[in-house]
């Protein structure tokens, strides 16, 4: 009797463990959601870089470029489906 306790507590310890999860899934997934963000900013980075205008003019703070969103949103998405290159 005494040999079982410590057997069946081990057991019910087992059987009551959570499951690790996959390797392959949230890992990549949050990678890949990593890569996604990280390619955005470097996209509008790039799109404000190459076709911003001075904000100074639009009463912005000096050193900020502005542009009109219609054309930054058009913008940013092609760059990411071009993989990061602005056209």
Do not use: W
């Amino acid at each position: 009797m005494v040999r079982r306790l410590p057997l069946a507590l081990g057991l019910t310890l087992v059987l009551f463990h959570p499951l690790p999860a996959p390797l392959g899934g949230s890992f990549i997934g949050d990678a890949a959601a990593q890569s996604r963000d990280e390619l955005y900013a470097k996209c509008r980075r790039a799109v404000f870089r190459r076709y911003g205008q001075p904000g100074v003019q639009y009463n912005r703070a000096p050193g900020r470029r502005v542009l009109p969103s219609k054309f930054v949103v058009g913008a940013i998405d092609q760059c990411v489906a071009s993989g990061g290159r602005v056209i």
